[in-house]
């Protein structure tokens, strides 16, 4: 096989020939893979000799299996050897193509974008830490929530206050077709619909009553509610008795590991923060030409990642979504073509970063993280097994590089 190479911009051409007599046994297993199939009287199938197999089949079938099984591999070839990093499927044209005579082809790829990279590591040191501490309000609200976690409830004939737990049943004619919906949730902890908790004030388990309420998009629409239940909840007190249920010796253990969880969770938000703006900056500061290809691609990740979203937490349809919130999803797709070109910026200047700093994740690396993830689910054995054995290793494998590169920006 040889080959001619030229490149415009972000594609790459390849004018391919296959001797005749490489591309001979090509032919010769084609003919033999197509026999398989065939029932000629007098031979058993699968037995066939070639000469009276040609007679038999078209000669043109036998062709283009030839010419689809050689284009194949030989193009696997050119990408391993070339390195090539496409970002979709070539597009294959045959040039000449005849039994006995050499193959003539021609591919086109687009691959990723070259890119020019500031320095870096010069921009990443930039951007200055932020000193982590706790504050003393998240830590009394972790508490407060720790407590009322663990409340107990218990009915209530009187009116809804304040703190009370309430469940109600409710429906609009403004939305979602007057279906019936179900809510519980504990008054004054600000609810989903602005209006809607003053207007159960007072209310009692059977009552109904129609409610003002305010949309996110500030719409002013009516609903219809019946009062389910009314639930005092009793919080218990915060002592050593209240802090052996939760599996410490004292109150005192329980707030240290508490401040520990809370330090430990802004670490992890404020590396996540620093590393978003690191990025950010080096994104704007390099040169790239982002194909339209994967735009298209992360723009239709969001659309389909939005869908998802709506059916599993607000649980209607995308359709009913599109209406409330008076769009087309060609609109909703549009509005998510910028955000998809910033990510895929993102992702094709850490490939390059990985790519200038040699970065590679061990087999041992990546089986230790794959344990580590597997370790939360029930049936760990089982966890590992499907990973190892799925796309999911990759998406850890890139996790560890992606974890590598920050390393050597230092956040």
Sequence with gaps: MTYEKKQEKNKLIYNIVVEAEEFNKYYAEALL??????????FRKGHVPADILKANIDPSHILSHAVEDCISAKWFEIVNKENI??????????????????LEFKAEVEILPEIKLPDYKKIASSVSKTEIKIEDKDFKETMKWLLESRAKFSQKDGSAEKGDLIEITYTSKEFDDNKEKKDRFVLGKGHFFEGLEEGLIGLKRADKKEIEIST????????????????KMDVPELNDEFAKTVGFDSVKALEENVKEGLLKEKEISEKQKRRTEVLEKIVKASK??????????????????????????LQITFEEYL??????EEQVKKEFEKVAEERVKGFLIL???????????????????????????PDKAEAVKEMKNSNAKFYVEDDLKRDKIFTILGC
Excluded: C, F, W
Aim: no cysteine; charged share 35%.
């Design 323 to 328: 209406k409330q919130v008076k769009k087309t």
């Design 85 to 102: 990093e496409a970002i979709k499927e070539p597009n294959i044209e045959v040039l000449k193509m005849a039994e006995g005579n050499p």
């Design 33 to 42: 893979h197509v026999g398989q199939e065939v029932e000629i009287k007098g």
């Design 351 to 377: 490939h390059e970063i990985e790519k200038t700093e040699k970065i590679t994740i061990s087999e041992e690396e990546l089986n230790k993280k794959i344990e580590e993830i597997a370790s939360q689910y």
């Design 216 to 231: 996110k998009d500030k719409k002013k629409i009516m609903i219809n509610i019946i009062v389910n239940s009314v639930q």
């Design 288 to 313: 790239l030409e982002v194909p339209e290809v994967l735009i298209e691609r992360e723009t239709g990740a969001l659309l389909n990642n939005l869908k998802e979203r709506v059916s599993y937490e």
